[in-house]
């Protein structure tokens, strides 16, 4: 279990607002979406690449292969992760006690799991994730994404409440992805994990141990992350019947889909422009609120057509 970090106050000579004035006049909310745009742009025109890198003597073009661009796939893919941690810190900083920057800057990654756990978990928890400051989906979108931004007359109600409750799924939905990332631990802490493609099928075996018969691919995809979980659990050793609590690891292998990831990333980029927005306006400091993010004719159904042709992972103990 991760350990908690002592709970000390905070002491500082600048005013709150204008703590929050500095952060978001100069926040960058572009910053990892112009990455994953760079990066799609290689791979939608990777002869281009080629012959761009050919003019550039201190390149080793057997480099750039198809492990190269393999590389830059899954990049796209930790990047929405990478980018979701901090665009759900950013949410959630408005119900914090301190100035959004200084929060930004303390906050650990367990605590920021355990925050993201409380949303995925439903609508009850809203009131203990917010430190009682909503109490609802909606009025946790008003506030976190709009910065109480209320839309002008002439828009429905109800075509207003469905952007609310978009949004909200889109957050879900976006946090269940994180959550589910266990390659993320492996890729940032050292980069153990692997590229490449893969396949998972099944065939018959007669006698036990002798394969027959054609292979039936029950999942492939050419863009799989390999790489170790170790599980704790309990074995009995044979020469005491007594029970131990050990560490198992088993090899992980999961496909994904880049498109999928830029989809959301899109979609993040969008709600961090509109939050940095109206946040400088509530501050006095933004301008006029036009254009900003409108969920209301999201379609949930193309969206998760497009994780169903790249959800699949499987275990094996080593």
């Known amino acids: 279990m991760a350990k908690q970090k002592e709970k000390l106050d905070y002491t500082y000579a600048t005013d709150p607002t204008e703590f929050d004035l500095r952060f978001y006049r100069r926040y960058d909310e572009n910053f990892l979406y112009n990455k994953a745009l760079a990066l799609a742009m290689v791979l939608e025109n990777e002869e281009r690449f080629k012959a761009q890198a050919a003019e550039y ?26 980018q979701f941690e901090g665009f759900f810190a950013l949410l959630i900083a408005v119900f914090q006690d301190h100035p959004h ?5 303390d906050y650990t990654t367990w605590e920021m799991k355990e925050a993201i756990k409380l949303f995925i978990a439903g609508r009850t928890n809203i009131k203990t994730l917010t430190n009682s400051k909503v109490t609802t ?36 939905r976006m946090a269940e992805r994180y959550i589910a990332g266990s390659e993320y631990n492996a890729y940032k802490h050292g980069l153990r994990v692997m590229t490449g493609q893969s396949y998972f099928g099944l065939r018959l075996e007669n006698p036990p ?18 790489y170790l979980e170790l599980k704790e659990q309990v ?6 019947n007594q029970k131990k609590r050990v560490k198992r ?11 999928e990831s830029i989809v959301y990333l899109s979609i993040m980029n969008r709600l961090l422009s509109t939050i940095k927005r109206t946040r400088l306006t509530l501050l006095n400091d933004g301008e006029a609120l036009e254009g900003l993010a409108n969920y209301s004719n999201l379609d949930e159904d193309q969206l998760i057509a497009l994780g169903a042709q790249s959800h699949f992972t499987s275990s094996f103990s080593v």
């Open 249 to 259: 690891p088993y090899e992980t292998t999961k496909h994904f889909n880049p498109q």
């Open 209 to 226: 141990g002798n394969p027959v018969g054609p292979l039936r691919i029950l999942a492939s995809s050419d863009d799989s992350l390999s």
């Open 101 to 105: 920057w200084i929060y930004l800057t």
């Open 137 to 172: 989906e909606r009025e946790f979108v008003t506030e976190a994404v709009y910065a109480t931004y209320q839309p002008h007359e002439e828009m429905q109600k109800d075509m207003w409440d469905a952007n609310l409750d978009n949004i909200a799924w889109l957050i879900r």
């Open 235 to 240: 074995i009995e050793l044979p020469e005491n």
């Open 57 to 82: 003597q201190d390149i080793d073009l057997s480099r750039i292969n198809d492990k190269f661009f393999e590389s830059l796939r899954a990049e796209i893919h930790f990047t929405e992760m990478h």
